[in-house]
C-alpha cells in the first residue's frame, strides 16, 4: 500500500498529471459551452419559427380542424381551399407581377444612387463632407413615422423651387401614385437609403487604392473606373444591398399608405383587405375560419422572398460577412 501511494503521489507531482488534468477541465467547459449555445440557439429558432410554422399549417386548416379542440399544429383533415380563395381574393399572380416589376425598378435605381454616394463618401474630398455623411447616418436612427407629415404635405401639394406652379400654374397632387417612392428612391433618401449608402461606403473604403490608381494610369475616367471596376470589385456589398432592398420594399407597407398606392400595385395592401373580402363576398361570418384564409395569404407573400432567399443563400451569407456591416 506505502509504494502504492508513493507512486500516486508522485505522478500527481509530475507535470504529466497536471497536463491530463488541465485537458479534462478544459474538455469540460468546452462541452458546457457548447451546450449552453446550442440551448440559446434552440431557444431563439424557436422564438422565431414557431408562429411561421404556426401560420403555414394553419392555413391548411379545414372547418373541423379549426373547431377540433384535438388539433394544434398538424391538420387531420388539410384542404387547399384556404389558398384557392385567396389567390382568387388577392388577384394573386397579376398583383405578384407588377409588385415584382415596382420593387426590382426601385432596387436597381437604388443600387445605382446608394452605391454611387457610398462610392463619393469613400474616396474624394469634398466640402461638408463630414456633416453630409452625418446626415446619411440620421438617416439611419431617426424612425420614418417622425418624417410622414412633412412627406404627406410635400407630395400632397408637390411644387418644387415654385417650378411646378410656374408651368402648370398649380401644385400637383402625387397622392395615389408611385411617383414620390420613385421621386425619393431616385435622390437617395428611399427605404433603407441611408443604410445602403453606408455599406457601400465601408465596402469601398476597405477596397484598395491601387485598383483606381492602376485604371487611371491606363487611361480610364472616373466614371469607366466606376462601373466597370470598382462596382465589380463591390459584387458582395451589390448582393447584400439587392436582396435587402428588394425584401423592404416589396414588404414595404408604410410608404404604401402614406402616398395612398393602389392595392393593384402592392400585394402587401391587398392582404389587410383580404378578411374583408372574405366576409362580405365568401360570406363566412367566423373570424377564427376568417383567419385560416389570411393565413393562406401571407404565405403566398412571403413564398417569392423564401425562394428568392433560397436561391441566393450562399451568395446572401458570404456577402453580409464581408459588405462591413459592422466595420
Not at 159 to 184: Q, R
Not at 213 to 219: L, R, S, T
Request: aromatic share 12%; glycine share 6%.
Amino acid at each position: 500500500m506505502e509504494k502504492l501511494r508513493s507512486k500516486w503521489l508522485q505522478a500527481r507531482q509530475s507535470p504529466v498529471y497536471d497536463d491530463v488534468k488541465s485537458g479534462v477541465k478544459k474538455g469540460l467547459k468546452e462541452k458546457a459551452l457548447s451546450l449552453f449555445r446550442f440551448i440559446i440557439i434552440l431557444g431563439i429558432s424557436y422564438v422565431i419559427l414557431a408562429p411561421v410554422i404556426g401560420l403555414v399549417t394553419s392555413s391548411f386548416f379545414s372547418n373541423s380542424d379549426a373547431y377540433s379542440p384535438m388539433v394544434f399544429t398538424i391538420p387531420m383533415s388539410p384542404t387547399l381551399e384556404r389558398y384557392e380563395r385567396a389567390i382568387v381574393h388577392l388577384k394573386y399572380l397579376p398583383t405578384l407581377g407588377r409588385t415584382m416589376l415596382f420593387s426590382v425598378s426601385l432596387t436597381l435605381i437604388q443600387l445605382l444612387v446608394c452605391s454611387m454616394a457610398g462610392y463619393g463618401f469613400a474616396r474624394f474630398k469634398f466640402p461638408l463632407k463630414k456633416l453630409l455623411f452625418a446626415c446619411v447616418v440620421v438617416m439611419i436612427v431617426i424612425p420614418t413615422y417622425t418624417v410622414m407629415l412633412p412627406l404627406y404635405v410635400t407630395f400632397r401639394n408637390f411644387d418644387p423651387l415654385g417650378l411646378v406652379t410656374l408651368i402648370a400654374g398649380e401644385p400637383i397632387n402625387l397622392m395615389g401614385t408611385t411617383w414620390p417612392v420613385y421621386i425619393m428612391t431616385g435622390l437617395g433618401c428611399g427605404l433603407r437609403s441611408g443604410l445602403f449608402i453606408y455599406i457601400f461606403n465601408q465596402f469601398f473604403r476597405g477596397l484598395p487604392r491601387e485598383i483606381e490608381e492602376a485604371a487611371f494610369v491606363d487611361g480610364a475616367g472616373t466614371w469607366y473606373t466606376y462601373f466597370r471596376i470598382m462596382l465589380l470589385n463591390a459584387m458582395l456589398a451589390v448582393i447584400t444591398v439587392s436582396v435587402f432592398s428588394l425584401v423592404w420594399q416589396y414588404n414595404d407597407t408604410f410608404f404604401g399608405r402614406l402616398f395612398l398606392i393602389s392595392g393593384d400595385v402592392l400585394l402587401s395592401k391587398r392582404i389587410a383587405s383580404l378578411q374583408v373580402n372574405i366576409k362580405t363576398l365568401d360570406k363566412v361570418m367566423d373570424p377564427s375560419i376568417q383567419q385560416l384564409y389570411v393565413s393562406a395569404g401571407i404565405v403566398l407573400l412571403m413564398l417569392p422572398m423564401v425562394i428568392l432567399y433560397l436561391l441566393l443563400q450562399k451568395k446572401f451569407v458570404e456577402s453580409v460577412e464581408r459588405s462591413g456591416i459592422v466595420g
